[in-house]
């Protein structure tokens, strides 16, 4: 599996997110980002969200009104396949390694989009053979820290699952 990180996102806390051109990635997410809900989001096995354009542009065909950042992802990526994600998988981003911990269950804050939004989105007990598996993203741990950059190829590096 083989993508592109199409946008970095930060924001002071909480969503949406914009786009920065790059960020340095900490083992708690990236230097800049803020964490409105840290009893729920952030810390090690989260330190980033990860939402591929694809799943974006999905919800935008069924009439959400969604732009890249606006799920409060860190990575917005394209080419990658959401629904052959699975936790342990590591991906090398631009200098970072990061290992997807588990799906991102919906919250109340992406209401803002519309209530119908997060009934869309299967919580974090669902199965991968769901047709919306990990619509709501995926978190990551960062194995190892570094630059990335809009336009750096993100690829697996270990599936071992």
């Excluded at 051109?21 to 230097?31: I, V």
């Excluded at 769901?130 to 709501?136: L, N």
Aim: charged share 20%; with cysteine; proline share 10%.
């Amino acid at each position: 599996m083989r993508g592109l990180v199409l946008q970095i996102n930060l924001s002071p806390g909480g969503l949406p997110k914009r786009p920065v051109p790059e960020a340095y990635l900490t083992p708690l997410g990236f230097q800049g980002d803020g964490v409105a809900h840290p009893a729920v989001h952030g810390g090690p096995e989260k330190a980033l969200l990860l939402v591929t354009a694809e799943t974006t542009d999905e919800l935008v065909a069924r009439g959400f009104p969604l732009f890249y950042g606006a799920l409060g992802e860190n990575l917005t990526t394209r080419g990658l396949d959401r629904r052959d994600m699975r936790g342990g998988m590591r991906f090398r981003a631009g200098q970072a390694l990061i290992e997807l911990t588990r799906p991102r269950t919906p919250c109340t804050s992406l209401d803002v989009y519309g209530p119908e939004l997060r009934r869309l989105i299967p919580g974090k007990d669902a199965p991968p053979s769901d047709p919306a598996w990990a619509m709501g993203g995926f978190y990551a741990s960062v194995a190892e820290p570094g630059w990335v950059r809009a336009g750096d190829i993100i690829w697996v590096v270990d599936a071992a699952v």
